[in-house]
Nanobody, 127 residues
Framework: VQLQACGGGLVQAGGSLRLSCEAS??????????AGWFRQAPGKEREYVAS???????TYADSVKGRFTVSRDNAKNMMYLQMDSLKPEDTAVYYC????????????????????WGQGTLVTVSS
């Protein structure tokens, strides 16, 4: 599985951004993988943001619950992260990931154990 994330940028606090992650899959279908978003701020460890099951059910970190919405379109091999009410503390490089585990498990396992990662896309929220 190869993942390509895009959609980052500079936005003012309170604004919105939509991240996209395109998956290239061989031998299997994207729907067979749970997929999720992680982020890493300067000087901090990579942290879980949100994940989505193959059926589309979302799981969220407490810090983004109610502000971010994760979704996927299996027919297009795409995953999205709609980010609303952005805060300066949301500033980070955002990564998409996919794995054969569950969306719930992606929220608790060490990120380095997940199988597939895309390159990051930078989100900067100004105050």
């Amino acid at each position: 599985v190869q993942l390509q994330a895009c959609g980052g940028g500079l936005v003012q606090a309170g604004g919105s951004l939509r991240l996209s992650c395109e998956a290239s899959v061989s031998g299997r279908t994207f729907s067979q993988y749970a997929a999720g978003w992680f982020r890493q701020a300067p000087g901090k460890e990579r942290e879980y943001v949100a994940s989505v099951s193959w059926l589309g059910g979302g799981t969220y970190a407490d810090s983004v619950k109610g502000r971010f919405t994760v979704s996927r379109d299996n027919a297009k091999n795409m995953m999205y992260l709609q980010m609303d009410s952005l805060k300066p503390e949301d500033t980070a490089v955002y990564y998409c990931a996919a794995d054969g585990t569950t969306a719930q498990a992606m929220a608790v396992v060490p990120p380095q154990t997940l199988s597939y990662w895309g390159q990051g896309t930078l989100v900067t929220v100004s105050s």
